[in-house]
C-alpha cells in the first residue's frame, strides 16, 4: 500500500483523488486545501487540512494546484527528503524546492467539473530525479491508469504546447463554427457528429491523411466563397492564416 | 420502393451507394462514373454506365461530383422534368439546370476513403423547390439516416463554413501539434486520449463551458513560455492569434 497526500482541491485535484480513492494499491492519507466546500462529497471531513503543521507522514505528496502556486507551496511545506511531485505540463521539475526529493506526475488530459473522466484512459507522464522514486510514481501511475510514460521536462514542455494545439485551440474553433451557427440561424447540433468524427479519423489515420476541405484541395472558390460569407474580422483572419497553412502544408508534399 | 440513380465514384458518392444498398426501401438503378475502378467491389458492374445516352429512368438521380463539375453535369443530363438532387455542402440549388426539378441532399461529414461510417447518424441536410419532391428526399434520407433537416441554402453555406471551421481547421491543428511531437521527440498517440475527450466534452458541454488553457485563463507567464518554445514561424502565428482570440471572447463576456 503506497500512501498519498495531495495538496490543491481544483479540478485536477478533484479528479486525481476520485481515481485513487478507487484503487486498492493506494492510500489517501491527506488533502491539504484552502478551503473544504469544493471536497465535500469526495474527502471524508477528518483528511482534509488547511494547516502547514497538520501533515502526517505520506509516502507522496502531490501538488495538484495551479502552475504559478507550485514554487510556492512547495516552499512552504514544512518536511526535508520527501518524494513530492508537481502535476502541472508547463511547469518544470526544478520549479520545486530542493529541500525534498522532486519529481512530475502529468496527467495529460482536460478536466472539466460535472465531466467524469475515464482515468484508466488517461495518459500519465513522469518524471524524477531518483530512479526509486521513479518506481513508486510508476506503481501510483499504473494503479488508476494503462497509459504511463516516461517523459522528461524538455518533452512534457513540448507535451503541452501540443496539447493546447490539440485541444484548447481545437475548443476554440468549435466556438468560434457555433458562433456561426448562431448567426445563421442553424442549430449547432447538426455539426456534432461531424466533431465527433473528425475525432475519432485520427485515432487511426494520421492527420495528413484524414486532412480535407476546401484548403486542401486549394478550391479558391469556395475558399471565396466562404469569406465573402464571413462578416466577423476575427472569423476572416483566422480563416485565412489556417487556410495558408493547410494550402502551404500540401506544396511542401 | 423509391428508385435512385447516383452520379459520382468519389468518396461521397462511394459512402452513399454503400448505404443505400443497405436500404430495404430504395433500389440503386445505376451508377454513372467515368471509371469503374473505384467501385468494383460495392457496384454490380451492370448497373455502371459511364455515358449519358444510358441513363434508365429513376425517382431522383444523385449528383455526388466534385462542386465545380455540378453545374457540368447536370447541363448534360438528357432528360427533363425529372428530379435531381447534388449533395454539396457549399452549392446553391440554382446551380443546377433548371430543365430538371432541383434540390439538394446535402450529408454533413468528412468521409474519407477506407474509413467506414455509420451513416444512421449522419445529419442529412434537404432542400427542393417543390413539397412533393421534398417528401420524397425526406423519405430516402430517413431510410439511410437517423438525423434529417431542413435546410436552405443560406443555411447551407453558413453550415459548410462552419464546418470548415471544426473539421478542416480542427484536424490541421492536429496536424500542427503532430509536427511539434516530431520536433521533440515524444509520440503523437499520448495526445489522442485528450483529442477524443476534447471532441467528447461538446457533446454535452457548450464550446464556451468547455473552454481550459493558458489563453481562457489569460495566464500570460505560460503562454510567452510557450511562444519562446516554437521556433516554426507558421506555428507561432497560428499560436498568437488563436490564444488572441480565445482572450477576446474572454473579455466579451
Known amino acids: 500500500m503506497i500512501s498519498i497526500t495531495i495538496i490543491g482541491s481544483g479540478n485536477v485535484a478533484q479528479h486525481l483523488i476520485k481515481a485513487i480513492s478507487k484503487s486498492d494499491d493506494i492510500e489517501l492519507v491527506q488533502v491539504f486545501a484552502r478551503t473544504k466546500e469544493s471536497l465535500d462529497s469526495i474527502v471524508e471531513d477528518s483528511k482534509i487540512i488547511s494547516d502547514y503543521t497538520q501533515f502526517k507522514e505520506a509516502n507522496m505528496y502531490l501538488i495538484a494546484v495551479s502552475d504559478n502556486a507550485i514554487a510556492e507551496v512547495s516552499n512552504h511545506l514544512p518536511f526535508n527528503?520527501?518524494?513530492?511531485?508537481?502535476?502541472?505540463?508547463?511547469?518544470?521539475?526544478?520549479?520545486?524546492?530542493?529541500?525534498?526529493?522532486?519529481?512530475?506526475?502529468?496527467?495529460?488530459?482536460?478536466?472539466?467539473?460535472?465531466?467524469?473522466?475515464?482515468?484508466?484512459?488517461?495518459?500519465?507522464?513522469?518524471?524524477?530525479?531518483?530512479?526509486?522514486?521513479?518506481?513508486?510514481?510508476?506503481?501510483?501511475?499504473?494503479?488508476?491508469?494503462?497509459?504511463?510514460?516516461?517523459?522528461?521536462?524538455?518533452?512534457?514542455?513540448?507535451?503541452?504546447?501540443?496539447?493546447?494545439?490539440?485541444?484548447?485551440?481545437?475548443?476554440?474553433?468549435?466556438?468560434?463554427?457555433?458562433?456561426?451557427?448562431?448567426?445563421?440561424?442553424?442549430?449547432?447540433?447538426?455539426?456534432?457528429?461531424?466533431?465527433?468524427?473528425?475525432?475519432?479519423?485520427?485515432?487511426?489515420?494520421?492527420?495528413?491523411?484524414?486532412?480535407?476541405?476546401?484548403?486542401?484541395?486549394?478550391?479558391?472558390?469556395?475558399?471565396?466563397?466562404?469569406?465573402a460569407l464571413l462578416s466577423d474580422e476575427n472569423h476572416k483572419e483566422i480563416y485565412k492564416i489556417l487556410t495558408k497553412s493547410i494550402i502551404d502544408h500540401g506544396k511542401k508534399l
Open 81 to 227: 527528503n520527501q518524494l513530492v511531485a508537481h502535476t502541472s505540463g508547463s511547469c518544470a521539475l526544478t520549479d520545486l524546492n530542493t529541500n525534498n526529493r522532486r519529481a512530475v506526475f502529468y496527467p495529460l488530459q482536460t478536466f472539466s467539473k460535472n465531466k467524469v473522466i475515464d482515468f484508466n484512459r488517461v495518459p500519465i507522464c513522469l518524471e524524477a530525479e531518483q530512479s526509486a522514486d521513479y518506481q513508486l510514481l510508476e506503481k501510483v501511475a499504473q494503479s488508476i491508469s494503462n497509459s504511463v510514460f516516461a517523459i522528461d521536462s524538455e518533452q512534457r514542455k513540448s507535451l503541452h504546447v501540443s496539447a493546447v494545439f490539440v485541444s484548447n485551440f481545437v475548443n476554440h474553433l468549435y466556438q468560434l463554427g457555433n458562433e456561426l451557427c448562431t448567426t445563421y440561424n442553424v442549430s449547432f447540433d447538426i455539426l456534432k457528429p461531424l466533431i465527433a468524427e473528425t475525432a475519432n479519423k485520427i485515432q487511426t489515420l494520421s492527420p495528413q491523411e484524414a486532412q480535407t476541405g476546401p484548403a486542401k484541395r486549394n478550391d479558391t472558390i469556395t475558399i471565396n466563397k466562404h469569406l
